[in-house]
């Protein structure tokens, strides 16, 4: 098996994240990007940069 599959049951509990991967390789019906080495930086580099917002959102909360 690939190691960019999809399992059914991530699918149903990080239904998120398998949108956001397919966003990265599908857009308006054609392949975007089909190199799955770039499509895996890029949705690191996407849950990096959503980390470090709710981390800003819980400083900012919690020390105004």
Do not use: R
Request: no cysteine; net charge negative; proline share 2%.
């Amino acid at each position: 098996m690939s190691k960019f599959w999809i399992g059914t049951l991530a699918m149903i509990f990080n239904f998120q994240k398998a949108y956001a991967i397919l966003d990265e390789l599908i857009m308006a019906g054609e392949i975007q990007e089909p190199s799955g080495g770039t499509v895996l930086k890029m949705t690191k580099a996407s849950d990096a940069w959503e980390q470090a917002e709710h981390i800003d959102n819980a400083i900012t909360a919690n020390f105004g």
